[in-house]
């Protein structure tokens, strides 16, 4: 070690120090606390063993994860052959250095605790770290001690520092003591530093500075803060929310520089729309970004998400791919089917929630093992490449897996639970639906709508360039739009369309207010309430891959009938740069005034903030991935867009009630009509004292069914999750949907016009037997954009008056002043309010001197 390196020795009382304490290298911790410290450490921490006393398996404290571990010279003697020496720290006393100098050959160095300070050389050690424990003077002194002794290592007892930024007389600062030998070779003092990506294996994300107050800020609050040259503390994200976590700090060999290794959130740490301060991202950490992106954002249908939703795919693409490796011979075809390999294997990875970082500590990890397997291939494997006969294994090398993925022809079938056999933490479980990592969400969009915001048109048709890989001289398409001819959209679609327009319009019209309200509180006082349209609203409409005139019709309809002046409809252009016909023949029928040919975020955010082509709107309506999702819950919270949004969004919904009259084919049909939406989609099944023989029909049905829709990949992990809850009366029934409060909730059961009464909270209710829950999407009438995720408790569908607003006026007359007056100034100077008070008593003033 040619810079000396902190290294803190944990005590019984060190927990709160630990979080501090991982940043700046590795914690000495005694065997005696090992199982009770290392559930606590962090992900990233490193840890050396002090083993001297201990009589345990010195070498599984190496294979379990100690970098080194400190020990005596009989156990040094116990290790040798066993253990590199590199891993070895030997403990002696002071007195014991000139008999121990020849061991010292066998260890990578010598650990001593120290009465005085001392230096290596004046201990007589060379080629040697020394891990010095000092002595414990007044801990304002301990810092020039560091500072003149310069071992290799100095230890100092947790006992004696405190996570704060200043030393006081029985504590040293946690930064400080890290700080101590760190010197700087610039008239300014400031350390250069560079920052790097935890996520991304350490990659460079530019160079900054930082200087003593700012470190100690920063493992203290173990966020990223540098020193500016030019306006000091520099918190990074205070003021853009692009805020770093971080986590460990580490000197150079001179220790006269710095690196940070962090988790960058929000924006990004370039000024300039780039992954960092040297370009964009490449190789690896390009195709890591890109996977987690498409993890949440693949087109149903497209390559990558057959991938990530069908197991057994993806497994033999991995199998196939290392064949092929295997098979290869040249340097270029070997590095060919690497990278076949390697996006394969990382594509596995993505879809379990592992990262390349996840995959480097598990390297590091099993770098750290002394004890090895023997390491041959597995009996299956030598008979594929050796055609040998497999020989029986007396013991198995690795775990017998007690599961196997699920085979293509598996039974689709749903899980069962009696509600009234479950206790009360066990049925706020099953209500729960799965958690949404908002904040994630909204650091990933949150550069894609700045971009908007900034770069205005020209970034808005980069990014539609780049996601939906059309390049086009404009986004904005204006009426009067082009008429689909016949081979386009053929004519029964047309109709189709048509007879849903008409049933939805006929239904958002009667929902309209058609005269104000006007009611008289007191002789003289007249309060009113009026309607007025949203002036403009933005529509979303999903595209790409999937023909959405549905969700256009729902949104377009109300904002017509409502009167809003200005509609922008938003969906995905294909990649000729057009949009479905469908969606077109829709925007024709609603007024749409402008085609904003752009989705996702970029739509999101265009709609939001507005360009020079794409009108501000005032409120943006309309489902979406995630990535919509996230950025709509972005620009609602920012006061300089001053735009509102529809409701919260969540994966699609269906609870449906079936008595012993239900259909089974209906009630399998209706559940599987919500789980090919997506492999989240949340389908529950309340039955009500059902027969075991009626409750395997609908199962067989559910089965039968699901096998024959052409999504039923993405079915079939929908129904895995899925949930009968079984019940026993009507009334537990309609009390768990009411908990649950579905988005579409479906009533096949005896005498289901009666019950509807009972319902408190739903997005859309479907009753009886012949009211699917698929007319509410189409064509009924009812609108099918609705609150999920619970939120039916508290939100509404969207209806015409989600593109209204109400104003409320009132007409006071002279002698409704006189009456009404004195009790304003009353409760007005009970506020101390007097300018309210003033206000009336100048007019009751003047009404007086008129009489």
């Known amino acids: 070690m040619s810079a000396p390196v902190f290294l803190p020795l944990l005590d019984p009382t060190a927990a709160a120090l630990i979080p501090a304490l991982s940043l700046l290298g590795p914690l000495l911790i005694p065997a005696t606390l090992l199982r009770a410290v290392l559930p606590s450490l962090p992900p990233s921490a490193r840890y050396y063993v002090q083993a001297e006393q201990s009589t345990e398996d010195l070498i599984s404290y190496l294979d379990n994860g100690a970098e080194k571990i400190v020990i005596s010279q009989s156990q040094l003697g116990q290790l040798a052959g066993q253990v590199a020496k590199e891993r070895l720290i030997l403990k002696v006393d002071e007195a014991e250095l000139a008999s121990v ?12 605790v120290s009465s005085t300070a001392h230096t290596a050389k004046s201990l007589g050690l060379s080629g040697v770290d020394v891990f010095l424990q000092l002595p414990s003077p007044k801990t304002t002194e301990l810092v020039d001690l560091i500072r003149s002794s310069r071992p290799s290592s100095y230890v100092l007892p947790t006992e004696i520092l405190a996570a704060s930024s200043t030393t006081s007389s029985t504590h040293l600062s946690i930064a400080e003591a890290y700080l101590a030998p760190v010197i700087s070779d610039r008239p300014d003092g400031l350390f250069p530093t560079i920052v790097s990506s935890s996520n991304h294996s350490g990659k460079p994300l530019g160079l900054v500075y930082s200087s003593r107050e700012s470190v100690t800020e920063a493992i203290v609050s173990q966020t990223g803060v540098y020193q500016s040259r030019k306006h000091g503390l520099w918190r990074k994200g205070e003021t853009s929310g692009a805020v770093q976590e971080l986590v460990s700090i580490k000197l150079d060999c001179d220790s006269d520089a710095l690196v940070f290794e962090v988790v960058q959130h929000g924006s990004g740490f370039c000024h300039l ?22 993890l949440q954002d693949a087109p149903e249908g497209s390559y990558t998400k057959r991938l990530f939703t069908d197991e057994k795919l993806l497994r033999s693409k991995i199998m196939e791919e290392a064949e092929e490796l295997c098979d290869a011979n040249t340097k270029e075809e070997v590095a060919f089917e690497a990278a076949d390999l390697v996006y394969f294997a990382l594509t596995r990875c993505i879809s379990k929630g592992v990262s390349l970082k996840d995959v480097e500590r598990a390297l590091d990890k099993k770098a750290l093992k002394v004890t090895r397997r023997k390491g041959d291939a597995k009996p299956k494997w030598e008979e594929k490449v050796n055609g040998a006969a497999v020989k029986p294994e007396s013991k198995p090398t690795e775990p017998v897996p007690q599961s196997f993925p699920e085979v293509e022809d598996g039974r689709i079938q749903m899980r069962s639970v009696t509600l009234s056999r479950l206790n009360k933490d066990e049925q706020k479980k099953i209500l729960l639906r799965p958690v949404l990592n908002s904040l994630a969400m909204i650091d990933k969009v949150k550069p894609i709508v700045d971009r908007v915001r900034k770069e205005g048109d020209a970034g808005l048709r980069a990014m539609t360039k780049q996601f939906d890989k059309a390049d086009l001289p404009s986004n904005v398409l204006l009426p009067p739009f082009a008429v689909p001819s016949e081979d386009e959209l053929p004519r029964d679609v047309r109709e189709a369309i048509d007879v849903a327009y008409a049933n939805v319009k006929t239904f958002h019209v009667a929902q309209s207010e058609k005269e104000a309200l006007v009611v008289e509180t007191m002789p003289g006082v007249t309060c009113s309430r009026f309607v007025r349209p949203i002036s403009r609203v933005g529509v979303y409409v999903p595209g790409g891959t999937a023909i959405l005139p549905s969700t256009a019709i729902m949104l377009g309809v109300p904002a017509q009938v409502a009167g809003c002046k200005t509609i922008v409809l938003a969906t995905p252009p294909r990649p000729d740069g057009s949009i479905s016909p469908e969606v077109l023949y829709v925007a024709r029928l609603t007024g749409v005034t402008c085609i904003l040919k752009a989705g996702g975020a970029q739509a999101v955010g265009a709609m939001a903030y507005g360009t020079d082509e794409v009108p501000k709107v005032d409120k943006i309506f309309g489902p979406g991935n995630q990535w919509v999702t996230a950025a709509k819950m972005l620009v609602q919270n920012d006061t300089d867009a001053l735009v509102a949004i529809d409701m919260p969004a969540g994966p699609s919904e269906v609870l449906v009630i079936a008595d012993n009259t239900s259909n089974p084919k209906f009630v399998a049909s209706d559940l599987l009509s919500q789980a090919e939406h997506g492999t989240d989609s949340q389908v529950v099944l309340v039955a009500i004292s059902l ?13 039968i069914q699901a096998k024959a829709l052409p999504r039923v990949k993405i079915a079939r992990e929908a129904i895995k999750k899925s949930l009968i809850v079984l019940v026993d009366s009507v009334d537990e029934a309609i009390k768990f949907s009411n908990e649950y409060a579905p988005e579409h909730l479906i009533l096949q059961m005896a005498n289901a016009p009666d019950v509807v009464a009972d319902i408190d909270n739903a997005g859309s209710v479907f009753v009886g037997a012949f009211s699917p829950e698929s007319c509410g999407d189409y064509a009924s009438g009812t609108n099918h954009t609705l609150p999920t995720n619970g939120f039916a408790r508290q939100f509404s569908g969207v209806n015409t008056l989600s593109f209204q607003k109400h104003i409320t006026s009132q007409f006071v007359t002279g002698d409704g002043l006189r009456v009404l007056g004195p009790s304003v100034v009353r409760l007005a100077e009970r506020e101390g309010l007097e300018a309210h008070a003033n206000a009336v008593r100048v007019r009751l003033a003047e009404l007086n001197q008129q009489q």
């Open 101 to 112: 100098q020849q061991l010292t050959q066998q260890a990578t160095g010598v650990y001593i």
């Open 273 to 294: 729309p780039q992954s960092t301060c040297f370009g964009r991202w490449s190789g690896l950490a390009k195709l890591e970004d890109t996977l987690q992106s498409r």
């Open 691 to 703: 027969t075991a023989d009626h409750l395997a029909a609908i199962e067989e049905e559910i089965d």
